[in-house]
């Protein structure tokens, strides 16, 4: 059964920097597009960012120029780097395939103070 164990959230101050990691198992992770998603209090999940075992990438509007995602396949690890963040970026931040077909993680909390 695919596992994803996601970590790296934390406090950070507004504009500060800070990198997500998630590590897949019991899924061959080479083989899958992956993407982060974010669920902040009170609203639904969202897709943030989605990058294909190819390697093309995609981001939502809010983040784009901001976060980058990236992937290593050796590790079975997936990355968000989140620079410049904002009030907006406080959420619980998962991982999944892009289509979202595996049972979600914990997550990992991420809170932006100003």
């Known amino acids: 059964q695919a596992q994803f164990v996601e970590s790296g959230g934390g406090l950070v101050q507004f504009g500060g920097s800070l990198r997500l990691s998630c590590v897949a198992s019991g899924m061959p992770f080479p083989l899958h597009n992956m993407a982060w998603y974010r669920q902040a209090l009170g609203k639904e999940r969202e897709l943030v960012a989605s990058i294909s075992r190819g390697g093309n990438i995609k981001y939502a509007e809010s983040v784009k120029g901001r976060h980058t995602i990236s992937r290593d396949n050796a590790k079975s690890t997936l990355y968000l780097q989140m620079n410049t963040v904002n009030a907006e970026d406080t959420a619980v931040y998962y991982c999944?395939?892009?289509?979202?077909?595996?049972?979600w993680g914990q997550g990992t909390q991420v809170t932006v103070s100003s």
């Open positions: 999944n395939s892009a289509g979202a077909s595996f049972h």
